[in-house]
Nanobody, 123 residues
Framework: QVQLVESGGGLVQAGGSLRLSCLGSGRDFSMDTMGWFRQAPGKDREFVATINWTGSTTYYGDSVKGRFTISRGNAKNTVFLQMNSLRPEDTAVYYC????????????????WGQGTQVTVSS
């Protein structure tokens, strides 16, 4: 069974940090593009960050640029999202995704999705 499982979400005060993790299983994700998206209540799913299979190329959404960092683990089937200087508007369910295609901000190119982890930032 192919799975992406996110962890690391929680409640944090504004200005704080969280580190999300995503672990892939059931297939080899080492050659995949990996991405993070988020969805707040009543809003569309929003691109957060993406990283290519080597870890050499990353892209970020404008709202998180300079605050969030995406990285891959040594095992390559893991991806992390370090979130610093969190704001209340970062509150959302965060989803990990994987794609066999090149890095993209478009959710439509991602083939596999996790169930999401809730991040809540209090003011």
């Amino acid at each position: 069974q192919v799975q992406l499982v996110e962890s690391g979400g929680g409640l944090v005060q504004a200005g704080g940090s969280l580190r999300l993790s995503c672990l892939g299983s059931g297939r080899d994700f080492s050659m995949d593009t990996m991405g993070w998206f988020r969805q707040a209540p009543g809003k569309d799913r929003e691109f957060v960050a993406t990283i290519n299979w080597t870890g050499s190329t990353t892209y970020y959404g404008d709202s998180v640029k300079g605050r969030f960092t995406i990285s891959r683990g040594n095992a390559k089937n893991t991806v992390f999202l370090q979130m610093n200087s969190l704001r209340p508007e970062d509150t959302a369910v965060y989803y990990c995704a994987a794609s066999i295609r090149s890095t993209s901000r478009s959710a439509g190119i991602y083939d596999y999705w996790g169930q999401g982890t809730q991040v809540t930032v209090s003011s």
